[in-house]
């Protein structure tokens, strides 16, 4: 089951959903009526999919967003909206938002609707944590590359014999490498100047 959470500030509409929503693949863990209640029921629940109103009270849907992915990236947020202009799609984007549905909503196809904006948000997220990922083990390796430099040049040791330096401070320090690295890099700054 999928856990979901709906945020509408209609009654009528937040029913609706949740009728919509029995015998899915999708779990209705709570029912938010304003931002702040959106966000403290993320909090409570840690649901994979919102369905988030624009215009609420008391905090709108698109600041409610804002602070719920800062908490985790993870959650697709599906923008709901009756006013569909370029300047919202603009902020939605920049946002996160996975998606967006028009109201009134055709509650025939926002299962499928919400599956394949899910799914598709998941691979994105997905393939984005692998770059970050890969991006960090690149930029710790020119680290070390970078720390290995200097040693073999102050100490007059191969490559290997700076790599195996590098290893053994980490293990006996309990640092992790690229750690040990930018304290060797940055020693080697402070003597310089």
């Not at 999708?26 to 988030?52: C, H, N, T, W, Y």
């Amino acid at each position: 089951m999928i856990k979901l959470l709906i945020a509408d500030d209609e009654t009528l509409i937040r029913m609706d959903l949740k009728s919509a929503f029995k015998g899915s693949c999708f779990q209705v863990v709570g029912e938010a009526q304003d931002g702040f209640s959106a966000i403290k029921l993320f909090k409570q629940f840690r649901p994979e999919v919102i369905l988030m109103d624009v215009k609420m009270p008391v905090m709108n849907g698109l600041d409610a967003s804002r602070i719920i992915l800062e908490l985790d990236a993870s959650v697709s947020i599906i923008l709901l909206t009756a006013y569909c202009n370029e300047d919202l799609m603009i902020e939605a984007r920049k946002i996160g938002f996975s998606g967006y549905i028009m109201k009134p909503i055709n509650s025939s196809n926002i299962i499928p609707t919400i599956e394949m904006m899910h799914r598709n948000f998941k691979n994105y997220h997905s393939a984005q944590c692998a770059l970050e990922k890969t991006q960090r083990r690149l930029d710790n390796r020119i680290v070390i590359d970078r720390a290995k430099g200097i040693l073999m040049k102050q100490k007059q040791c191969s490559e290997d014999e700076a790599y195996q330096e590098i290893k053994n401070v980490s293990k006996e320090r309990n640092f992790p490498m690229s750690e040990v690295a930018q304290l060797i890099i940055s020693n080697d700054q402070v003597k310089v100047t």
